[in-house]
Structures are given as C-alpha cells and as structure tokens.
C-alpha cells in the first residue's frame, strides 16, 4: 500500500508523554473447583488488585436477583448470533448459593443474567449480548465459526466499544472474567484474543486502566499458563500502554486488519523523502505517527529525529513533484498522537 506522505522538519514536534516503566505484578490465587464458590468457576483464577475500590461500580445485588430468578434466560440476539444454552450449575454448587465480586468476575459457561456494571436498561441489555457473543466467539459450548465469520462479530464487539465509551469498561470486565479461571485450551485462547484486539484498539476509561493492566501483565507473567496464553497477554499488555497514552482509535479496524492483528501480522506503508527516495514502514494497529517517526529515523540512521514529523501530501499539492511552489493545497502536518492505521483509513 502506498501513500504519497513526506517526512519534513518541524521544530514543534513533540513526543509525548511516556508512560510509567514501574511495571506492576499480580499474586495467583489458587481455587477449588468443588468449594461451592461459583458455577463455572475453574482451578485457579488470578487475583485481581484494585477490585475493592470499583465496588460500587459493580451490580452485585441485581446480578444476584437476576441470575437467581433466571434472568439469562431466553435471551435473543446479538450481531445476528444466537446467545448459547446455559449451562448446568457445577456439582456441588447450590443453585441459590449467591456470588461474591470476585465469583462474579471469574469464568462461566453461562449467558449472564444482567450486565458487569451499573448502566441504563438498554445498555444493560446489549452488554448481556455482548457476553453472549464472547461465549460464541470463544466455542465454550463446542461452537466452531468460520474465520470470516469470527472476524465480523470480532468488528461490532469492537463498534459498540468505540459507539458507547460507557459500554467499554463493560466489555473489559466481561474478557477479565473469561480469562480469570478458565480451563486452559482453546476457549481460553480465543478470549485473550478478543482482550488483544481491544487493547489495541481502545483503552479501558482510566478508572478502569490500573486493575485491567495490573491483570493483564500479571497474566503475562504467570509461568503456570501456556506459552500461547503468555504471549497474547504480553502483547495486551503491549498495546495497552500504547492506547492508554494515545486514546482510542477513531475508525473502525477493518476485517484484514483483525486477522493481521490476530496472526501477529504487520502492515506496511510507505514514506516519501523530498529528495524522491522513501521507505517502506511496517505498522500494527496502535502504532502512532510518533512511534512511525521513529521507525522511520531508525531505517535511514537518523539519530537526531525529534524534530521531524510525517506529513500527508495531497495530490497537486504544493511542493509535490512535477507541481508549482503556488499550485495545489498545502502539505498537511500530522500529530504524533494520532494513529498510523487511522490516517491510511481516512485517505
């Protein structure tokens, strides 16, 4: 893909505010499957730091009265899937048994019976679909999508985090919950994968930022998970740090650019020099203009580069070749923070 851009000096590049490097760490506890603590909860589900100063935050007592009235029931749907069949409660377990915040956040099998978090009634509703397209996404009960098919419900999870900011903590806590405990395979797999794309995309609100990161890096480092498990924690915990500092993204990532993100795939796009030469700069969904400046400089031995920027040149632009100094539009200077895949998108 290749895009007319020029890379010029701008005395009033800035790079930004850099993030804290004080990395936190997450204890493990360890959970008994017949202790009567939860339906669906697994062996061992991490211990999540900061959980009691988003208490009220959390509809404990309505999600106990909805759960045990029946309330994830006859759901309909979401994103045109089904929302799958609850699951018998596990043995041991006693139906009326009522859930701490933490059995609450830990994994299930079942369609929930109201939302995580307190929200409006509609915004409840859609977060109950939302988790019932987790569990189809995730083939808890045996469920196999195609890949196209994975990708597009992937795409409207992620359209109704950047449509309603209120629903995306929602979303975040619905994924910590399907990470925390769930047996290792496939399912557990494909649930880091979904908290990889949103983090990628958009950042939990900042009241939710330090006990999502704090979960997530623990996650990362936790020897006792699989290797694949680790390594799609590290990279959230990656893109976290990056979307925190830059925001969420503005355009909706396009099904290619999923799959890519998924595979652990790169983009690439290409940068003009005013001396006609350019080079080709590989990018990921929350790589900013900032951190391509800097790929850039890498790629051509630039170790001064702080006062460069990208810039998006039109066509018939002044300047642009073969065009006069007082033709066309100007070139157009692009902010550090905004993101490389956004930019390409709205060319």
């Given amino acids: 893909m290749t895009v007319p851009e020029s890379m010029q000096r701008d005395a009033g590049f800035d790079q930004g505010r850099s993030m804290d490097k004080t990395e936190p760490t997450t204890p493990i506890t360890h959970r008994s499957m017949d202790n009567g603590s939860t339906p669906g909860s697994a062996l061992r589900s991490p211990q999540l730091e900061g959980l009691d100063?988003?208490?009220?935050?959390?509809?404990?007592?309505?999600?106990?009265?909805?759960?045990l009235s029946g309330g994830s029931k006859g759901l309909g749907k979401l994103l045109g899937f089904r929302s799958p069949k609850p699951a018998a409660p596990s043995p041991g377990t006693p139906e009326h048994l009522t859930l701490t915040p933490d059995d609450m956040l830990s994994f299930s099998e079942e369609s929930l019976p109201t939302s995580l978090l307190k929200h409006t009634p509609d915004n409840a509703s859609r977060a109950v679909?939302?988790?019932?397209?987790?569990?189809?996404?995730?083939?808890?009960?045996?469920?196999?999508?195609?890949?196209?098919?994975?990708?597009?419900?992937?795409?409207?999870?992620?359209?109704?985090?950047?449509?309603?900011?209120?629903?995306r903590d929602e979303l975040y806590l619905q994924l910590v919950k399907q990470t925390r405990g769930c047996p290792p395979g496939a399912p557990l797999q494909r649930?880091?994968?979904?908290?990889?794309?949103?983090?990628?995309?958009?950042?939990?609100?900042?009241?939710?930022?330090?006990?999502?990161?704090?979960?997530?890096?623990?996650?990362?480092?936790?020897?006792?998970?699989?290797?694949?498990?680790r390594d799609l924690a590290s990279r959230a915990w990656d893109a976290l740090k990056r979307t925190t500092k830059a925001g969420q993204r503005r355009?909706?990532?396009?099904?290619?650019e999923i799959d890519g993100l998924l595979r652990g795939q790169r983009s690439s796009t290409v940068v003009y020099f005013l001396d006609d030469?350019?080079?080709?700069?590989?990018?990921?969904?929350?790589?900013?203009?900032?951190?391509?400046?800097?790929?850039?400089?890498?790629?051509?031995?630039?170790?001064?580069?702080?006062?460069?920027?990208?810039?998006?040149?039109?066509?018939?632009?002044?300047?642009?070749?073969?065009?006069?100094?007082?033709?066309?539009?100007?070139?157009?200077?692009?902010?550090?923070?905004?993101?490389?895949?956004?930019?390409?998108?709205?060319?």
């Fill in 251 to 256: 355009t909706l990532p396009e099904l290619s």
């Fill in 53 to 67: 100063g988003h208490l009220d935050k959390l509809q404990l007592d309505a999600f106990n009265r909805a759960r």
């Fill in 277 to 347: 030469t350019f080079e080709e700069v590989e990018y990921d969904s929350a790589t900013t203009v900032a951190e391509a400046v800097e790929r850039v400089a890498r790629l051509i031995k630039l170790e001064a580069y702080q006062t460069f920027t990208l810039f998006v040149v039109p066509k018939g632009a002044r300047g642009a070749q073969g065009v006069g100094e007082e033709e066309g539009p100007a070139p157009v200077a692009l902010d550090d923070g905004r993101y490389l895949a956004d930019v390409l998108h709205e060319l």
């Fill in 191 to 229: 649930a880091w994968q979904l908290l990889l794309v949103c983090a990628s995309v958009m950042p939990p609100s900042r009241e939710f930022t330090a006990l999502v990161s704090e979960y997530v890096h623990g996650a990362s480092k936790d020897a006792d998970s699989a290797d694949e498990v």
């Fill in 129 to 167: 679909k939302m988790f019932a397209s987790i569990l189809t996404f995730m083939g808890v009960h045996g469920e196999t999508l195609p890949s196209v098919t994975s990708m597009d419900l992937i795409q409207k999870l992620l359209h109704q985090g950047l449509k309603r900011p209120e629903l």
